[in-house]
């Protein structure tokens, strides 16, 4: 993609063209890094995790004005970071397991950067889709855990395409006859979620995916689409 108007464009040109009620918004995906607050760090990937949602939102937009549903999934990578030479592993469980909780149940909000961009658009944690950690208070967390998705539906042996196979094939979360994705993914994730998640897992998809650098966060957004492969774009 040459530019967020040649992006937004196609993006666009999906959601009119499929014959899908909902769009489900794939965008804002961040790590947790351990030891720090706040423990959920929008910024380390550079500008991917709140530049990917700002679009998804702009795309969500489009989508209710001609009247389709319109759903924000947000993963959390809670494992990349987990390795923390000031903390015990109880110590990782447990900031993990708090942040989780404060983010559970019908009064949890996101992390005011990313409540203020979804209100610009007029969208809310009501249009969050919550996911169920199967944990007291974290029945319906904003956010989905990528190590319960791990460890949880078919053990697929690559780690990453694991936790996107595993949401896609739950019908609690995702209706796969009914819906049209639309996900902003890192650039290194590409190969996991192409050649062994599209490719080979998933049958039937209706999707759009985007995928951006997240390994040099100096880079401004306009120079995402430039730097390295650039942004990158499919169609299922």
């Not at 909902?22 to 995790?49: R, T």
Request: proline letters at 3%.
């Amino acid at each position: 993609m040459e530019n967020e108007d040649s992006l937004l464009g196609q993006l666009i040109v999906d959601i009119d063209s499929c014959d899908k009620n909902k769009i489900v918004l794939f965008a804002g995906h961040f790590p947790l890094v351990y030891g720090q607050e706040p423990l959920e760090d929008l910024h380390i990937w550079g500008e991917f995790s709140t530049y990917s949602l700002e679009l998804a939102c702009k795309v969500g937009e489009h989508a209710k004005r001609i009247s389709k549903d319109v759903e924000f999934v947000f993963f959390v990578d809670d494992h990349i970071y987990e390795d923390c030479d000031n903390l015990s592993y109880s110590q990782v469980t447990g900031e993990r397991h708090r942040l989780y909780r404060k983010r559970s149940g019908p009064e949890a909000q996101l992390p005011q950067e990313y409540k203020e961009i979804m209100q610009q658009h007029s969208f809310y944690e009501s249009d969050v889709l919550r996911h169920d950690h199967g944990k007291f208070k974290r029945k319906k967390c904003l956010y989905f855990a990528e190590k319960i998705l791990r460890a949880t539906g078919r053990n697929i042996d690559n780690a990453c395409a694991r936790e996107y196979v595993n949401f896609l094939e739950d019908p609690k979360y995702f209706d796969r006859r009914g819906s049209h994705l639309v996900s902003f993914i890192p650039q290194r994730c590409r190969g996991n979620i192409c050649d062994v998640a599209l490719d080979l897992e998933i049958e039937g998809l209706s999707a759009s995916h985007v995928f951006m650098e997240t390994m040099a966060p100096w880079l401004t957004r306009e120079q995402l689409y430039s730097f390295g492969r650039g942004v990158t774009y499919r169609r299922d």
